[in-house]
């Protein structure tokens, strides 16, 4: 049985207190000059979601709003949302003609206003997915689908691990923030979906390896990802775990003056029955 609207108000508000979102300060000029990919890449998974002319569409986690106008050109109403204020700013300034609020994913005030909810490269930041779940339910008229790819199971793992071998050896490992990434199997994420009244139609999980944008591109990353693992230390101790990872990662990510990243995407469809 899916909650009730009571029930998913109540999760909201007094359920179990999760970690925020990652204090991320949201760049939106280095994510277009340097992580454009992201909705480079975006641009596949809209056609699992193919969007028809005068479809209500509500585009979780906009960034910039290039997927969302993407959306937009099959003639479907598209909202984008994002939690994060720069990037609403920088999505109205780049399409002034579409629509765009800033809303935390967690807590979507919609009920059955859309036909489809797409989102790309934005659930892995949500710690509390129960919430983003329920509210992702009553977003959607009956039968309406959900489209969405993020990192999943194995996503990053090679940063992840280097920063970690990095603080080891820097004698810092017990100041690392870790665990602040949501990258779920097929089988845990879709049994979240099942729970939570979906059907699941189709799921992927994929390894996408990601260049990234010149010599500095492993490290223009990590400045711009993953500040958040730093954040109970010093400037100086996190800029040297940072440019150690960096050299330990150079032998094998670091290929003919390209750095690749390990991405592994979760793609999933999924109707709300
Ligand atoms: C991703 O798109 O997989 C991702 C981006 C930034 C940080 C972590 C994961």
Redesign the pocket.
């Known amino acids: 049985m899916p909650p009730t609207t009571s029930q998913v108000l109540e999760n909201l508000r007094g359920g179990p207190k999760y970690k925020k979102m990652p204090e991320i300060n949201w760049d939106s000029e280095l994510y277009t000059k340097q992580h454009h990919f ?1 909705s480079d890449y975006g641009a596949d998974v809209l056609q699992w979601l193919a969007p028809q002319s005068g479809e209500h569409i509500l585009d979780v986690g906009c960034g910039t709003g290039e997927l969302t106008a993407k959306i937009a050109e099959s003639g479907a109403i598209v909202l984008g949302t994002d939690s994060s204020e720069e990037m609403v700013t920088a999505s109205k300034r780049n399409f002034p003609e579409l629509e765009f609020e800033v809303i935390d994913g967690t807590q979507l005030p919609y009920l059955e206003n859309f036909d489809a909810v797409f989102s790309n ?1 934005t659930f ?1 930041w949500i710690d509390n997915q129960k919430a983003l779940t329920i509210g992702l339910y009553h977003s959607l008229k009956k039968g309406g689908r959900l489209v969405t790819e ?2 999943g199971k194995g ?2 793992k090679s940063i992840i691990d280097a920063v970690g071998q990095a603080a080891q050896q820097l004698g810092l490992e017990s100041k690392l923030n870790k665990d602040f ?1 949501f990258f779920p199997s097929i089988a845990d994420y879709t049994t979240l979906l099942e729970k939570n009244g979906f059907e699941v139609e189709q799921a992927w999980l994929f390894h996408r390896p990601t260049p990234l944008n010149g010599e500095n591109g492993m490290h223009d990353w990590i400045t711009q ?2 500040p958040y693992a730093f954040k109970n230390l010093e400037g100086k101790s996190a800029v040297a775990i940072q440019n150690l990872a960096v050299d330990l990662l150079k032998s094998t990510h670091y290929v003919n003056h390209q750095w690749m990243a390990d ?1 592994k995407r979760l793609r999933i469809k999924a109707f709300k029955r």
């Open positions: 992201v490269a892995h993020f990192g996503n990053i990434w990802f993953a991405y």
